[in-house]
């Protein structure tokens, strides 16, 4: 009996999570991605427990492409960032970053690439703002989801 108790739990706290997680999203006006990528700091005034997680379910709907970002292809999403007005790259649901300038960069041997200036936020806690390099913002390569989205 304690074991159908435990496993109905986990299906009620399971589908409670993923009601709280649409509702963040739909909460947040779809138009936040076009002003972040217009004005970071536009995301500090958003009334959402994540806007990070909240962003980023929005721009799987709005951005013209997106891509997996790892060490093997940084070179190619950095070449392809060229194509496009704005990318914002996310790691899991707690970093964004939108990348500010290609042509500021700074070699980095973590990732074997240059690695362009960038503006963000770190979520911990509240959002802390960062303006760096894109490898200073992301952290070194490793097995957490980042995610790049490319935006006219």
Known sequence: MKYVLVIFGVIIFTACSQGTKNKNAESMNPSIVGEFLQNSDVLENVEVKNPIASFSELAD???????????????????????????????????IVKITDLSDCTKSSSWGACMPVSEGFIKKGDLLKKVDYLNNIIGLPDDQKRTAYFFE
């Open 61 to 95: 709907d709005q951005a013209m492409d997106k891509m997996d970002l790892d060490k093997k292809n940084i070179e190619d999403l950095l070449e392809k960032a060229k194509e496009y007005s704005h990318t914002v790259i996310i790691v899991e649901d707690h970093t």
